[in-house]
């Protein structure tokens, strides 16, 4: 089963993609991480990662150039695991591609995409102590996100994370159980 975590930047996809990971022994690809990794072989140029998520030109060249790109890599990825393992079977595991920037790639990957989405005011709190961001930096970030409203809206689950780690992780539990039995 392969999922996508999906959500604006502070929602709390890294809370339960861990928490996933750590309970349900799924593996899990970071579209973020990729990206980044790929932005590191100089290869693609587009300032500091953090410009990237206030300048919607940047975000345009890294959706048109890098996207393909980190998709095919995680298609890849799969499949290498799938063939390295003939016995696994992927309704059997769980498959976790987070991503805070989706795309249409992500969606056709993904049996089901779920969206983490907190309050604005929780986000700009978290933001400010985890990344030391000022409420002028998260506004322009989470602004700049808007093109991605799209994809948000297309998840097929959404989860609110209104309270603390451990509500979040209750709820992707209650989540992940249900799609798991669901599958079963």
Excluded at 87 to 116: G, Q, R, T, W
Excluded at 137 to 158: G, L, P, V, W
Aim: charged share 30%; glycine share 4%; net charge neutral.
């Amino acid at each position: 089963m392969v999922l996508g975590i999906i959500g604006k930047i502070g929602s709390g996809k890294s809370v339960c993609v861990e928490y996933i990971e750590k309970n349900y022994n799924a593996i899990v690809f970071s579209c973020d991480s990729i990206a980044k990794e790929l932005m590191a072989s100089g290869k693609y140029e587009y300032g500091k990662s953090e410009e990237i998520f206030t300048n919607e030109n940047l975000q345009e060249k890294c959706r048109n150039e890098l996207h393909p790109l980190v998709f095919d890599r995680i298609n890849k990825q799969i499949k290498n695991i799938l063939n390295k393992n003939n016995s696994m079977n992927f309704n059997e595991h769980i498959v976790i591609i987070e991503s805070a920037l989706p795309s249409k790639a992500l969606f056709d990957m993904c049996d089901k995409v779920i969206c983490i989405e907190s309050d604005y005011n929780l986000k700009t709190k978290l933001l400010k102590e985890k990344r030391g961001y000022n409420i002028e930096k998260t506004k322009k970030i989470y602004d700049s996100q808007k093109y991605y409203e799209k994809f948000y809206d297309m998840a097929d689950i959404k989860i609110i994370n209104d309270g603390s780690k451990s509500d979040l992780e209750k709820k992707i539990k209650e989540v992940i159980d249900e799609i798991y039995f669901i599958c079963k």
